[in-house]
């Protein structure tokens, strides 16, 4: 399944960079050369690999790159995890406030994959040498079947999901250079790691819960963080129905049993060595430490 949904969108870059350009309906400027868009996608997938600064695209001209073309990036970049072995383990929405969507220009969130790799075993995440890194408290859900086809606004989020987490999610900030949309789309939404807390039956909680449950997260005694669990889009069952319809989109798959990251709830806060409590209501709590870096 994971081969399958990368056969016609790997074709296009692998056939050049021009077949992509057709692709998605654009002429591009004359200082847009295909070499750079390739050099890009190239350093975009050795970045991952080395776990490395997240390179930026320079973009010169008139006319920008759409996202559309960010995001056959990112499907080489899955392609090039799920070919070394790694699994594709769910998938996770960025920018999902007004004021992130007006920084970076664009009129509604971002969608990156979740791999297996990333997710901690233990909630302890090991700082590396030289990355910039945030904390966000979220929500997770777990998808109660495989996904085929789109969902409608009005879908109960109980044909769609059967669990919620809480959860917190690691991004990477250590880019290269001042990030567009584009370079955050590219280099999946900038995911480094996430825990994923105890699940609870959906059956189990209200509408009201996912809506105005506080949420916070504290490091040594200092607030770092409040919100409110339905912070994210026009709520979470918004959240998640956008989510995977934009997964779908995108030629991905998501399949029962994985997991759905539907936003930060609240404030990104710069990870630093601390020991968190993560609260969020009637969904419980979790902790989480972010230890320094270890030897090179």
């Given amino acids: 399944m994971v081969a399958t949904m990368y056969k016609y969108h790997s074709s296009l870059i692998r056939n050049g960079i021009c077949t992509l350009l057709i692709s998605v309906g654009i002429a591009f400027a004359a200082s847009v050369q295909a070499a750079t868009i390739q050099d890009y996608q190239a350093a975009v997938i050795a970045a991952d690999k080395e776990q490395g600064p997240l390179p930026v695209m320079d973009q010169e001209g008139e006319i920008l790159l759409p996202l559309s073309a960010a995001y056959l990036i990112q499907q080489e970049l899955i392609r090039s995890r799920t070919d070394a072995g790694a699994v594709v383990a769910g998938f996770k929405a960025g920018l999902t406030t007004t004021q992130a969507q007006k920084k970076f220009g664009v009129d509604g969130p971002l969608v990156g994959v979740l ?20 904390v966000e408290q979220e929500l997770a859900f777990r998808l109660k079947g495989d996904v085929l086809n789109s969902f409608g606004p009005q879908t109960p989020l109980s044909d769609i999901v059967d669990a919620v987490a809480p959860a917190i999610e690691v991004a990477g900030l250590g880019f290269t250079a001042k990030p567009s949309a584009f370079d955050i789309a590219a280099n999946n939404v900038a995911n480094r790691a996430y825990w994923v807390g105890e699940w609870r039956p959906l059956i189990d909680v209200t509408r009201k819960a996912l809506t105005d449950t506080p949420v916070s997260l504290v490091c040594q005694n200092t607030s770092v963080n409040t919100s409110t669990a339905g912070a994210t889009l026009d709520g979470q069952r918004s959240a998640i129905i956008w989510l995977l319809n ?51």
């Fill in 246 to 296: 934009a997964a779908l989109r995108q030629g991905y798959a998501p399949s029962k049993g994985q997991v759905l990251l539907t936003g930060s709830l609240g404030d990104m806060v710069p990870a630093k060595p601390c020991n968190y409590t993560a609260t969020y209501g009637e969904f419980g709590s979790t902790p989480f430490s972010v230890v320094g870096a270890g030897p090179n």
């Fill in 115 to 134: 791999m297996q790799g990333a997710k901690l075993e233990d909630p302890i995440y090991r700082l590396r040498p030289g990355h910039k890194t945030v």
